[in-house]
């Protein structure tokens, strides 16, 4: 009789702990592959905007000090862009003459998949530089 309670419990210990386990690993699996789909720039804003602010209240900054966190942030970015503008020529140019020396050692069917594979390298790049505001200040937002 002892033995048969005992085996009964160890049961529904073994059921309620197996129920548990794969809820948890349900949860990890939709947090990680399902809700960490790719953000779109408004929700990378709010995001933001959300870990900004906890930040600022990990620190116990006041609404005087919010602000000019955020003026710092702001002149931070505008100063990241006009180094990143004036710099842009540079890289381009270098880019350019990288290219040049790769379309040489190439035959010509060798040199199509390479122009291909260019343009839609360049897509993307043209693409993330138009809506990723982390580029703007060389980082993440600190403001």
Known sequence: MIVRDLKAKVLVFAVFFIGI?????????????????????????????RDI???????????????QMRKIGEDCRREFRQLRAENKP????????????????????QEKKYEEFRRKVDERRKNQDSDDFYRDGGGPRLD
């Open 53 to 67: 602010n906890k930040f600022y209240d990990y620190l116990g900054l006041n609404l005087s000090q919010r602000e």
């Open 21 to 49: 386990s794969t809820g948890i690993l349900i949860t990890n699996f939709y947090t990680t592959r399902v809700a960490s789909a790719p953000d779109t720039a408004s929700s990378r804003v709010q995001r933001a905007e």
């Open 90 to 109: 540079k890289f381009d140019a270098i880019r350019e003459a990288s290219r040049t020396k790769i379309r040489a050692l190439l035959d010509n069917e």
